[in-house]
C-alpha cells in the first residue's frame, strides 16, 4: 500500500467530506496499480517458410502484423524437411511451408509434437489437357499423368473421385495409390511421374495433374486452362501455419494468423500469383 503524502494529511486534518476523501483514495490505489502492472508486449515471432513465392507472401504478412504490433522475422530454407526440425528445436516459432497431410507424414516419422493452428493459402492442383475442354471429354482409356508421390498423386485421384472419373477405396482416405482405384469404368491408365515434370509431359498424354506452382512456371494458367481444379476453401491440401503444441495459445500465434487471414494477403494472392496461390480461408 503506497504511504499517505502530505496532501492526505492535509484532507484528512480539514475534515473535508468523506466521498472525495474515497475518491482520491481510490485514485492513489488506481495509479499504484497501473505503476505496478505495465502493459506487456508482444514477443517477436520467428517464422519459417521456403524460399520462392511463399517468402513474398510471408513478407507481406510481416507488414500486416507490424500493424497489430507484432515484429515477424523470417526464416528462410530450401530444403522441406527443415522447417519442422526447426520447429521442434525451438529455433524457429512457427512455419508455414505445408498441408496437413506432410505435417502428419512428418510427425509419424520423426515424433514431432506439431499443431496446425489454421489455414493460410492453396497451390490448388489443377487437370490440364492440350486436346480435350473438359474432363467428361477423356476417352475410355485416356493417359493421365499424375505425381509419383505419395501426396501429391494422391491429390490427383482424389480430384478424378470428387468428379466421379473414378472411385476410391473407402479406407484410402488423404494418400490413395492407382492400386486403391476400385472403380475405373474409363479404364483410365495413370503415368505416374516425379511431381516437377509432369507439366513437360503434358503433350504425350491426354491429360495431366499438376500442382500449381509447376502450372505457372510452365506458363499455364490455373484459372483459364484447367479441365478440372481443387476447391481453394478447407482444402486438406491447404498450406497450414504450424506451432509447437505448447505454443498454440499464445497471443502472438493468433495474431500471426491473423496476418494471414487478412484482406491485404488475400489481395496479394489474387493479384500475383494468376491462380497458382490462392487464400485457403
Known amino acids: ?21 474515497i475518491a482520491f ?12 502492472t505495465p502493459v506487456q508486449q508482444p514477443s517477436p515471432v520467428r517464422l519459417g517458410v521456403m ?45 508455414a511451408f505445408q498441408h496437413r497431410p506432410f505435417l502428419e507424414a512428418e510427425m509419424v516419422a520423426k515424433g514431432y509434437d506439431l499443431v496446425s493452428v489454421g489455414y493460410t493459402m492453396v497451390q490448388p492442383m489443377g487437370i490440364y489437357s492440350r486436346t ?9 482409356g485416356a493417359r493421365i499423368a499424375i505425381p509419383e508421390d505419395l501426396s501429391n498423386g494422391g491429390r490427383a485421384l482424389r ?25 475405373n469404368t474409363r479404364r483410365f491408365q495413370f503415368v505416374q511421374l516425379p511431381a516437377d515434370q509432369v507439366a513437360g509431359a503434358i503433350d504425350l498424354v491426354d491429360a495431366a495433374a499438376i500442382n500449381g506452382n509447376y502450372a505457372r ?16 476453401r478447407s482444402n486438406p491440401y491447404g498450406n ?11 497471443l502472438e500465434i493468433h495474431t500471426l494468423l491473423e ?22 480461408w
Open 259 to 280: 496476418a494471414f487471414q487478412s484482406p491485404e494477403v488475400a489481395a496479394f494472392l489474387n493479384t500475383r500469383f494468376e491462380g497458382a496461390f490462392l487464400p485457403a
Open 51 to 95: 524460399k520462392g513465392p511463399e517468402t513474398e507472401v510471408a513478407e507481406v504478412v510481416k507488414t500486416v502484423a507490424a500493424g497489430k504490433g507484432l515484429t515477424v522475422e523470417l526464416v528462410t530454407y530450401t530444403d522441406y524437411s527443415e522447417p519442422n526440425a526447426a520447429l521442434a528445436r525451438g529455433e524457429i516459432d512457427a512455419n
Open 159 to 183: 480430384l478424378l473421385a470428387e468428379r466421379a472419373m473414378i472411385g476410391l477405396a473407402p479406407g484410402a482416405k488423404l494418400t490413395p495409390t492407382p492400386k486403391d482405384v476400385m472403380i
Open 25 to 36: 483514495i481510490l485514485a492513489g490505489f488506481a495509479t499504484y496499480s497501473d505503476a505496478a
Open 240 to 250: 497450414i501455419l504450424v506451432v509447437r503444441r505448447a505454443d498454440q495459445d499464445r
Open 1 to 21: 500500500m503506497p504511504r499517505l503524502s502530505r496532501r492526505l494529511r492535509a484532507i484528512l486534518a480539514s475534515g473535508l467530506r468523506p466521498l472525495l476523501l
Open 217 to 232: 512456371a510452365a506458363g499455364l494458367d490455373p484459372r483459364r486452362d484447367t479441365i478440372a481444379v481443387e476447391n481453394r
Open 132 to 140: 480435350y475442354k473438359q474432363l467428361r471429354d477423356l476417352p475410355d
